[in-house]
């Protein structure tokens, strides 16, 4: 999985926050666009859609992920759950204060606790991968803009909510953790499923627009018109 700034292909006005999910034979599995850019992402990020709000079926497990602050949302967190996701990846910017900033200043990242409830809440494997960006990485000019930078803090949860690996110390890192199976998510839903015995379906019903957003869609009862 990686992270890219993406165009859209159509306007070529708008750039979305984007994931790729890309298969081991080298084939791209999936795309999703962040649903919603936080505080002043919102300037350059376009709002993404339920499209790619999907989990993926590999070998080893079924596979997901959300940016950031998504996982502050709620729903589409659980939108995978309900999917059975088993290895999840949720992505940041990659810095990690050591205590909360006092209010009434809320904005800060919660990567790990964000990322800990959710392995918590899913019953899966959470890889919490957190950017690098040091100001030496960057123009002169702009340095100024990012402030202290991203110092990543990477770290890899175990389904009950626990690290397992890092958090890596600050700057690139490659993180391993050994003794992970399938045996652990089925145990820890076995124990809560969420979107299972855990769920009360008859009073609670989350409905997922998967189509893609587009400038321009038919009605599905709309009769035809030439040139669309």
Same mark, same amino acid.
């Given at each position: 999985?990686?992270?890219? &700034? ?15 999910? /890309? =298969?081991?034979? *080298? ?15 919102? /300037? +350059? ?13 590999? $070998?080893? =497990? ?15 967190? !659980? &939108? ?6 088993? %290895? ?11 205590? &909360?900033?006092? +209010?009434?200043? @809320? ?7 964000? $990322? ?6 899913? +019953?899966? !494997?959470?890889?919490?991968? +957190? =950017? %690098? ?8 000019? !702009? ?8 110092? *990543? ?7 009950? =909510?626990?690290?397992?690996? *890092? ?6 890192? /490659?993180? %391993? ?20 015995? !855990? ?12 189509? @893609? %957003?587009?400038?321009a869609r038919e009605k599905p009862d709309a009769e035809p018109r030439a040139g669309l």
């Amino acid at each position: 999985m990686i992270g890219v &700034a993406e165009l859209d292909p159509r306007t070529h006005g708008t750039v979305y926050c984007t994931m790729l999910f /890309i =298969g081991r034979e *080298g084939r791209l599995l999936g795309r999703h666009r962040k649903l919603k850019p936080t505080h002043a992402e919102r /300037i +350059a990020w376009g709002d993404g859609d339920a499209s790619g709000l999907c989990v993926h079926e590999r $070998s080893y =497990g079924r596979i997901s992920g959300l940016n950031c602050w998504e996982h502050q949302m709620v729903l589409p967190g !659980y &939108a995978l759950i309900a999917q059975g996701t088993q %290895v999840h990846v949720s992505t940041w910017p990659g810095r990690e204060p050591e205590q &909360a900033p006092s +209010a009434p200043t @809320p904005l800060w990242p919660r990567q790990l606790l964000l $990322s800990r409830a959710f392995a918590s809440q899913a +019953a899966c !494997y959470v890889v919490a991968s +957190a =950017g %690098v960006l040091r100001p030496a990485d960057v123009p002169e000019r !702009y340095r100024d803009l990012i402030g202290s930078g991203h110092t *990543g803090q990477s770290c890899i949860i175990d389904p009950r =909510g626990e690290i397992i690996a *890092g958090p890596a110390p600050e700057g690139e890192d /490659i993180l %391993v953790a050994r003794g992970c199976s399938l045996e652990a998510v089925m145990a820890a839903k076995a124990a809560c499923d969420t979107a299972g015995h !855990y769920a009360r379906h008859d009073i609670f019903k989350l409905l997922v627009d998967g189509r @893609p %957003v587009g400038a321009a869609r038919e009605k599905p009862d709309a009769e035809p018109r030439a040139g669309l």
